[in-house]
T-cell receptor
């Protein structure tokens, strides 16, 4: 039930763009995105609900394709502060009580 | 800072022992979830509590149990500790009607 993320790791130079994908084998009610820096707790970025909506947060946006059971996180004009491990989190059903984090994508932004 | 506090921050236990980890939710949050995060892995959902009742559970054995108190603080209890239980344990609090969860800094448990 754990969603699979790709790529596993990516290295970017400041200003470059990146896409992180999250794919589930189960039908999804919602997808959450988190960023975790080394030694810190995960920090909520955004949630996407069924309906294929796209959301944005500064220069970070995401899409959710419920038919394909996939979500993608888009980081544009990356900054050093974007470095960390990105996790998607998926809800199966709308009760909110079954939540699974993805395998994680390590993102490193270098000057 | 999210307002979710966990204690202790670090703990070393011997195999076979029992451990209790504590989580104080963000003010007003009535839902708490617990996760186990092994080194280099994503958090694994253990269970969720809503208004003092278990409200969902992941693939963890019964020796992982929990409690939520009237003030919405929470405990995670693990009996008969195994070496593989060594991990960072995270709690996250939220409002039932809001999707955003706030994580504590975690408790690093080492079983030797």
């Amino acid at each position: 039930q754990q969603p699979v993320q790709s790529p596993q790791a990516v290295i970017l130079r400041e200003g470059e763009d990146a896409v992180i994908n999250c794919s589930s084998s189960k039908a999804l009610y919602s997808v959450h995105w988190y960023r975790q820096k080394h030694g810190e707790a995960p920090v909520f970025l955004m949630i996407l609900l069924k309906g294929g909506e796209q959301k944005g947060h500064e220069k970070i946006s995401a899409s959710f394709n419920e038919k394909k059971q996939q979500s993608s996180l888009y980081l544009t004009a990356s900054q050093l502060s974007y470095s960390g491990t990105y996790f998607c989190g998926t809800e199966i059903g709308n009760t909110g009580n079954q939540f699974y984090f993805g395998t994680g994508t390590s993102l490193t932004v270098i000057p | 800072e999210t307002g979710v506090t966990q204690s202790p921050t670090h703990l070393i236990k011997t195999r076979g022992q029992q451990v209790t980890l504590r989580c104080s939710s963000q003010s007003g949050h009535n839902t708490v979830s617990w996760y186990q995060q092994a080194l280099g892995q994503g958090p694994q959902f253990i269970f969720q509590y809503y208004r003092e009742e278990e409200n969902g559970r992941g693939n963890f054995p019964p020796r992982f149990s929990g409690l939520q108190f009237p003030n919405y603080s929470s405990e995670l209890n693990v009996n008969a500790l195994e070496l593989d239980d060594s991990a960072l344990y995270l709690c996250a609090s939220s409002l039932s009607q809001a999707p955003e969860a706030f994580f504590g800094q975690g408790t690093r448990l080492t079983v030797v």
